[in-house]
């Protein structure tokens, strides 16, 4: 972590002849907004915000709950639904909060990429003056190469050079002045810095623009080339498409549902699904594809996810003249056991073939209940198994008006009430429980079949062209995330002087601040040892200190520290040796 | 398996409790964890590698650099003998406690033949073990903060204690939409990420009772402060540590991204799983700008650290058990 160092304040402009208030204002608002301060604000009331949207039911997710929750608090639901809490992430006030936090953060790296882009150009500055001063410090002698008369600081400035390469070989970013060394390390930290919060940037980009160029319908799929389906927006039983998005830009292609294979354990809990399904995309051969849950099927521009199964039955109603028609209608599921709820409608029925007239009046429905696997035991409500190990078909039958000509939509696996309501539709006798095969003839005469059972499944076809955005970005996240975390920003200086005497006045002696100061660092001058008149030079030696600050919170910079030190005298023996 | 693997969850828990006692007791004796003390003394020469090597002809470098350091009193065991005798058998048995607790896991994983976090009593479970063997770790490397050891004790014997009573449920295999290798990715960072900060809330809490200790304080909780490290201590180790698991859970919830979009279509969707990882999120993201901003108290930043795990918390078991979603896989009913 950064202990910040508040941004060099740019040189004051002259002030304006006319101080214009508006500006003036405009102008702190915008350093209010783009302060830390602010960011930390948004950060917290985005978390805050977002918690209704989990405590209430959400449209995006589930309508049908959202309703539920409208019939329960019929006062408080109408209000709430007022304020967006039943569409959170898409309400104005989530909006408010997470655009200004990104206004926010735009004013606060922009500064910080110029800033950085310059720190990275820069030289390391000119050691300070007294390098003791820093929290590492040492010092040490070197015996000098050259002869003592010389003089003129050639010698100080080739130990620095050598100084200055050790550190390069580490990866330092050196500065050489005379026979002073700078150098300065972890860049990386505020490069990665930077590379996250310009990342959390893109993130969202990717996300808007999912969201505008993006589209999904919901279908359900039964088996069988007869109920094939194919991908415009009528075919969807609910759908959504972003704002630039309109029906000519769904990709063209069919799916027809040819097999469907799940597994279960005794208990009933599923093991595994996978939907074998005819696709046809336009210009290319039909083929056959097999997909599951968790693995989607990817085609050009739209992916179809598989969401869930149950059955439909086959059921074959015959009239009182004779004439058979058949429902294959998808019976919704209702439980883990894939009890299902369906009605099978009969319009063009009862038609007297001598007048050919249809009577309204005349039309046939079952309401039913499809199990799967049916208890031992009455009642026969609900299924036992997921699979189909004895089914069985509950039906209850309807005669009369069902009133689809009036152009009502309705629901598809119910009757529809009014009617039964106002007794223009009513139930002839109870109901009866069927098995594969079975038929029961009804008071007219007329016969209902249970032929058997088809497969469906419930699809979700998706394009997000905003993904790889999202993805790309959530990578690069990551990484920023790890050097700014890791990365530690650290500065050393190294200052050689000649071992003169009347060189050593900001050098010599143990400096009475530092020995003072007990908790200050872990590296204070020994007054007996860092004294370089202590040794007796025969050659002209040089006096060596070194001071290093770590920028950034970093417990390990010590210890860094010494072994740069050592490295760098190790290498200055080596040297002399040779 | 199965029953071995619930036999060994007792052990775990016994064990978790005896060290919390013999924590506990350690506390009692009265021996002060002496961090914070600062001691001066000579450093012993540190043997700078090659200094006295490279130069065979003598002509080495002339001066040691000169240091005293200030030793991290890392030697708690020099307190009165009792306490670091009770201290010490405390964090013996912790480690026994976390084998055992490696056990129930390993040994549940075998009977179910699959990776063991596939309920809310299982990620409990892995949550728990992650976060003591964090602890062990962070020990090791700093002995001094051992007195921590009571309250890391006392979260294991509540979670462990938790998971058994409440969230315990039979093996079963996974339902289909988990049995994905993102699912193994998402779920193994999401268990690391969350037992580390599980950890790292021990010493967010105590910092908050020992600075407040430290400013005098001596109301209730801030008495439990009187012999925990140094609140500087533990504000630092906070730190190190919320920063470790930060980028590992921000990992964990891009994981379960890329598993959403391959079993629900959509990388993320606001199911309440989801919205709570958002939350916990965007907190320890403000943590970590608290604390790196000047004009932020550190004990503002801490509170914060904390609100964060309560959101994590909140995450576990609130949405598991009282809200229905996508995620309602825990297991519980
Ligand atoms: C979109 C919301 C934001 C999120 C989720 C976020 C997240 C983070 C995180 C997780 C860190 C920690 C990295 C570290 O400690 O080095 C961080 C650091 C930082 N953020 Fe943000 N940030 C956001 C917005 C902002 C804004 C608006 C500003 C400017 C006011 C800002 C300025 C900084 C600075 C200066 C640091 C560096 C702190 C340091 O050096 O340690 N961030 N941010």
Redesign the interface.
């Given at each position: 972590?950064?202990?910040?160092e508040?941004r060099v304040a740019a040189p004051e402009q002259p002030p304006p002849r006319r101080p214009n208030r508006l500006w003036a204002l405009l102008r702190n608002s915008w350093r209010q907004l783009t302060s830390?301060?602010t960011?930390?604000v948004l950060?917290?009331l985005?978390?805050v915000a977002?918690?209704p949207?989990?405590?209430l039911p959400?449209r995006?997710?589930s309508a049908e709950k959202v309703n539920a929750y409208f019939v329960q608090h019929p006062k408080l639901a109408p209000v709430l639904d007022r304020l967006g809490a039943f569409e959170?992430?898409a309400s104005v006030w989530f909006s408010a909060i997470y655009l200004l936090l990104f206004t926010s953060l735009i004013g606060c790296i922009v500064p910080r990429l110029r800033d950085h882009y310059r720190a990275l150009r820069a030289v390391p500055p000119a050691p300070p003056r007294h390098l003791r001063r820093l929290p590492q410090y040492?010092?040490?002698?070197?015996?000098g190469s050259g002869d003592a008369r010389s003089g003129g600081g050639d010698d100080e400035e080739g130990t620095a050079r050598a100084i200055a390469a050790v550190l390069r070989r580490r990866r330092w970013r050196v500065a050489v002045r005379g026979g002073t060394v700078s150098a300065e390390k972890g860049y990386l930290k505020e490069t990665g810095n930077l590379l996250f919060h310009v990342t959390l940037l893109a993130v969202l980009v990717g996300?808007g623009y999912g969201a505008w160029y993006g589209w999904?319908g919901n279908r359900l799929l039964v088996g069988g080339a007869d109920k094939a389906f194919c991908n415009t927006l009528q075919q969807f039983d609910e759908q959504g498409l972003g704002p630039r998005v309109d029906d000519g830009d769904l990709p063209p292609f069919c799916l027809e549902l040819t097999d469907f294979k799940a597994s279960y354990?005794d208990?009933g809990?599923?093991?595994?699904?996978s939907a074998t399904v005819r696709v046809d995309e336009r210009g290319r051969p039909s083929r056959s594809a097999t997909f599951?849950?968790?693995?989607?099927l990817r085609l050009h521009g739209a992916?179809v996810?598989l969401?869930g199964h149950g059955y439909a039955p086959i059921i074959r109603y015959t009239d009182r003249y004779g004439k058979s028609l058949t429902s294959i209608a998808p019976f919704p599921t209702t439980d883990a056991m894939l009890t299902g709820e369906g009605v099978a409608t009969f319009q063009d029925v009862n038609i007297d073939p001598k007048t050919g007239k249809r009577d309204p009046n005349q039309q046939v429905a079952f309401e039913g209940i499809y199990l799967p696997t049916m208890p031992d035991q009455p009642p026969y409500v609900r299924s036992v198994f997921p699979a189909e190990r004895s089914p069985g078909l509950m039906l209850i039958p309807y005669r009369g008006n069902l009133g689809l000509e009036a152009g009502i939509p309705g629901s598809v696996y119910q009757l529809d009430q009014r009617q039964i309501r106002t007794g223009k539709l009513k139930q002839v006798g109870d109901g009866k429980l069927l098995r594969p095969g079975e038929k029961w003839t009804l008071d007219d005469g007329s016969s209902v079949e249970f032929v058997g059972s088809r497969q469906f499944v419930t699809l979700?076809v998706?394009y997000?062209p905003g993904?790889k955005i999202?993805?790309v970005s959530?990578?690069l996240?990551?990484v920023g995330?790890?050097l700014t975390?890791?990365g530690r920003r650290r500065r050393v200086w190294f200052r050689v002087l000649p071992a003169d005497p009347s060189a050593q006045s900001p050098a010599g002696g143990p400096d009475p601040d530092r020995a003072a100061d007990?908790?200050g660092g872990?590296?204070?001058?020994?007054?007996?040892?860092?004294d370089?008149l202590?040794?007796s030079t025969t050659a002209r030696s040089s006096f060596v200190e070194a001071g290093g600050l770590p920028r950034t919170?970093y417990?390990g910079f010590a210890e860094e520290f010494?072994q740069l030190?050592?490295a760098v005298?190790?290498a200055?023996?080596?040297e002399?040796?040779e | 398996m199965a029953a071995l693997s619930d036999q060994l969850l007792v052990v775990a828990i016994f064990a978790y409790l005896v060290a919390m006692i013999c924590h506990a007791a350690e506390y009692a004796l009265g021996n002060r964890a002496m961090v914070g003390r600062t001691v001066v003394r000579p450093a012993r020469e540190r043997v700078l590698v090659g200094a006295g090597v490279g130069g065979a002809g003598g002509t080495g470098p002339g001066a040691e650099p000169p240091r005293v350091e200030k030793v991290p009193a890392a030697d708690v065991d020099r307190g009165p003998g009792r306490a670091a005798l009770a201290g010490r058998i405390a964090v013996a048995v912790t480690v026994l406690g976390a084998l055992a607790h490696l056990g129930v896991i390993t040994t549940r994983g075998i009977a179910a033949d699959r990776m063991p976090w596939g309920n809310m009593y299982e990620f409990v479970l892995s949550v728990t073990f992650v976060g003591a063997t964090a602890w062990l770790v962070v020990l090791s490397r700093r002995p001094a903060i051992r007195h921590l050891g009571l309250f890391v004790a006392l979260a294991m014997v509540l979670l462990l204690g938790v998971a058994g009573l409440v969230l315990y449920t039979p093996i079963v295999p996974l339902v289909p939409a988990l049995n994905s290798y993102w699912f193994v990715i998402h779920v193994t960072a999401a268990v690391l990420s969350s037992g580390l900060l599980l950890l790292a809330a021990v010493p967010a809490v105590m910092y908050l009772i020992r600075n407040g200790y430290e400013q005098g304080k001596r109301s209730f909780p801030y008495t439990l402060g009187a012999r925990v490290p140094a609140a500087a201590t533990l504000e630092r180790l906070t730190f190190r540590l919320h920063t470790f698991a930060f980028p590992i859970w921000t990992f964990a919830v891009m994981a379960g991204a890329v598993w959403a979009e391959a079993a629900w279509g959509r990388y993320w969707g606001w199911d309440p799983k989801e919205t709570w990882a958002f939350i916990s999120w965007v907190v320890y993201a403000g943590y970590l700008h608290a604390r790196a901003t000047p004009s932020v108290k550190r004990n503002v930043a801490t509170w914060i650290a904390v609100l964060g795990f309560a959101t994590m918390l909140m995450n576990l078991f609130g949405v598991n058990l009282f809200i229905s979603g996508l995620h309602s896989y825990a297991g519980v009913n």
């Open positions: 972590m950064t202990l910040v508040d830390m301060r960011a930390l950060l917290f985005l978390a977002a918690i949207g989990s405590l959400q995006a997710i959170v992430f040492a010092s040490w002698s070197v015996a996300v999904h354990l208990s809990q599923p093991k595994s699904f599951s849950v968790n693995s989607p992916n996810y969401l979700s998706r997000d993904e999202v993805l959530s990578a996240l990551l995330l790890m975390l890791t007990s908790n872990t590296a204070a001058p020994d007054p007996a040892l860092s370089p202590s040794e919170d417990s010494n030190v050592a005298r190790r200055g023996t080596q002399e040796s | -």
